[in-house]
């Protein structure tokens, strides 16, 4: 139900824009967030929207990362500006009820298959 895509190689300062498709699940009831995992770390929040578009980022790429849906193709998206080394990790969407729940990770209810992000000079 949830398809990410769009990971890639890129060097410091790059952009890369990921694409979570979302099937069988409604963009009003569900919020959708992008998480990453670097090797030998936990899986952690980056962004994450809510049907009425609120938005919420961490601190670590505010500023730099932005993150919309796409009511057309019903996709979420996260698009990626002034990447650094620390960026690299593999970027998963996933989606929970109610917003609240959206910085808790344990309550997920579904997330997609993983997309490698690369920063590397």
């Known amino acids: 139900q949830l398809q990410a895509s769009g990971g890639g190689s890129v060097q410091p300062g790059g952009s890369l824009r990921l694409a979570c498709e979302v099937s069988?699940?409604?963009?009003?009831?569900?919020?959708i967030a992008w998480y990453r995992q670097a090797p030998g770390k936990e899986r952690e929040g980056v962004a994450c929207?809510?049907?009425?578009?609120?938005?919420d980022y961490a601190d670590s790429v505010k500023g730099r990362f932005a993150i919309s849906i796409d009511n057309a193709k019903n996709t979420v998206d996260l698009l990626m500006n002034s990447l650094k080394l620390e960026d690299t990790a593999v970027y998963y969407c996933?989606?929970?009820?109610?917003?609240?729940?959206?910085?808790?990770?344990?309550?997920?209810?579904?997330w997609g298959q993983g997309t490698q992000v690369t920063v590397s000079s």
């Open positions: 996933g989606a929970v009820a109610p917003w609240r729940y959206a910085r808790i990770r344990d309550k997920y209810n579904f």
């Open positions: 069988g699940l409604s963009l009003r009831y569900y919020a």
């Open positions: 929207i809510s049907g009425a578009k609120t938005t």
